[in-house]
Each structure stands twice: as structure tokens, then as C-alpha cells.
Nanobody, 118 residues
């Protein structure tokens, strides 16, 4: 059974930092892309960034480029999202996902809340 489990969310002041983790289990993800998405109240879920498990190439939404960094630890089967210079508009539930190009984002975690106070 595939599981993606996020952790590391919380409350932080504007300008602060947080690191989210996504622990993956249940299958081999070597051919997968891993992604971070977020959904703020009343808004649609939006793409934050992604990383290819093999090779490590990354992509980011313009809104987080230069502030957020995605990385992964192959040995621990864990993906990370380091968020710096957080803004109140970064407040959302953050989800990790895994997928392949042919099938889209196939697996999702349960989400972790990030709240940035002004």
C-alpha cells in the first residue's frame, strides 16, 4: 500500500522558515516525480514545486521561486520542502504527491497545515 505522509507544518511568523517532510513508502519511486501542492481556504489547489526522484531535477512555481527548495533523501525515501522568507499568503494546507507523466499525480498525502502570521 502506497503511503505519503507529510509532517513539519505549523505556525510561523512572516519572514520565518519551516521544513516540511514527505515520507514515501509502499513502492519504488525511482521513476516518479514527487511534488508539493498547497491549498488555501477558498482557493484551488496549486502547484508549488516538484523533483524527479531519479536525477533530482526540480521545478518551482513563480510565487515560491528563490524562497522554497525541494530536495530528497533516496536512502530515507523522503522528500523535503524548505521554506524561507515565509509570507502570510503562503498559509495553506501543503500536500505531497507522486506520479508519472503518463498517469498524472497518482498518490497524495493527507496534508499538513502551514500558517504564517503577519
Amino acid at each position: 500500500q502506497v503511503q505519503l505522509v507529510e509532517s513539519g507544518g505549523g505556525l510561523v511568523q512572516a519572514g520565518g522558515s519551516l521544513r516540511l517532510s514527505c515520507a514515501a513508502s509502499g513502492r519504488t519511486f525511482s521513476n516518479y516525480a514527487m511534488g508539493w501542492f498547497r491549498q488555501a481556504p477558498g482557493k484551488v489547489r496549486e502547484f508549488v514545486g516538484s523533483i524527479f526522484w531519479s536525477g533530482g531535477s526540480t521545478a518551482y512555481a513563480d510565487s515560491v521561486k528563490g524562497r522554497f527548495t525541494i530536495s530528497r533523501d533516496n536512502a530515507e525515501n523522503t522528500m523535503y520542502l524548505k521554506m524561507n522568507s515565509l509570507k502570510p499568503e503562503d498559509t495553506a494546507v501543503y500536500y505531497c504527491a507522486a506520479g508519472v507523466k503518463s498517469a498524472g499525480w497518482e498518490y497524495w498525502g493527507q496534508g499538513t497545515q502551514v500558517t504564517v502570521s503577519s
